[in-house]
């Protein structure tokens, strides 16, 4: 049965790779691909070369009227007919700045409008209109563990405090710092399973939410922000550790996260798939009162 499935973070890295294994393996699904204009469009050309069916929506989800217009344009094609029924929603896209004073055009911090509000905004835009079975799957990070093994020291953990802070440049110590940027981005991630266990608790029957974790993948855009010598190493020799435990290639990554969109890997909503098996996330990922706290303020911060 035909089917769209809305995915943002699909240019390059594990979501171009995942894109494409949904569409060979997935062939009624229409793929709408949520990014900036002129690449969403050579994008969907590309990804639609061999008789695929994509499309794009323009956006740049660090704004957050640009996710309402890409909502509702995705809405006016759902409710014209012009796409099949929603079956799916990747949030893949994310972003990690070099310090924790970036603000976006909404005056919330960069980092926590693109990982955390950026996608709460589609999840709830788009809600009403996902046919079951449905599957909203957002990428998150083993970052928020915290610890040398789930991350190797590169990255600090969450600091988690209140979202009203949280969504606020200068919310961690030494703010111009790499590692505040850093700590941003751990939060965020944090934030995002908060708010998947949220969806699991208030989304219909037949619609799941699931986190993935990609594992540490170098090689990505992630650190496109980051100073010349992280880029450099991010690009040019952390590549090498895929080659032992501590690291997942692109490639292996993206398919994974194909298995978990399309349902290959068994995940209940509510889930948190560790690469290619549902897992425990940290023990601090389960705090009923601190999601129910960033659920409040989510809807706060993304009300138009």
């Known amino acids: 049965m035909q089917h769209t499935i809305v995915m943002t973070g699909a240019s390059r890295g594990i979501g171009r790779v995942a894109a494409q294994h949904i569409l060979r393996r997935s062939p009624d699904v229409h793929l709408v691909i949520v990014a900036r204009g002129s690449t969403g469009a050579s994008l969907a050309r590309e990804l639609g070369a061999g008789g695929h069916t994509v499309s794009q929506v323009a956006a740049d989800l660090g704004s957050l009227d640009s996710v309402r217009a890409a909502a509702a344009a995705i809405l006016d094609r759902l409710r014209g007919g ?123 029957a037949g619609i799941d939410a699931i986190a993935y974790n990609p594992g540490f993948v170098p090689g990505t855009g992630l650190a496109r922000n980051a100073d010349a010598l992280s880029r450099f190493a991010m690009r040019r020799v952390l590549p090498a550790l895929t080659l032992t435990p501590f690291a997942t290639s692109p490639t292996t990554a993206g398919r994974s996260l194909a298995d978990v969109v399309l349902g290959t890997i068994q995940a209940p909503t509510g889930s948190y798939v560790d690469r290619d098996r549902a897992d425990r996330s940290s023990p601090e990922s389960y705090d009923p009162q601190r999601e129910g706290e960033l659920w409040e303020a989510a809807e706060r911060f993304t009300k138009a």
């Open 82 to 204: 012009e796409l099949p029924p929603l079956r799916g929603f990747v949030g893949n896209a994310g972003i990690q700045y070099a310090n924790a004073l970036t603000e976006g055009s909404d005056g919330f911090e960069a980092t926590f409008t693109v990982n955390v509000l950026a996608n709460h905004l589609f999840v709830r835009l788009l809600q009403d209109r996902f046919t079951a079975p449905a599957r909203i799957v957002i990428t998150t990070s083993d970052t928020h563990f915290g610890d040398f093994r789930h991350n190797l020291g590169m990255v600090p953990g969450p600091a988690w405090t209140s979202p009203d802070l949280l969504a606020r440049t200068g919310a961690f110590p030494e703010p111009h710092t790499t590692a505040a940027g850093r700590t941003a981005y751990s939060t965020s991630k944090l934030a995002t399973l908060y708010l998947v266990h949220e969806y699991a608790r208030r989304l219909p």
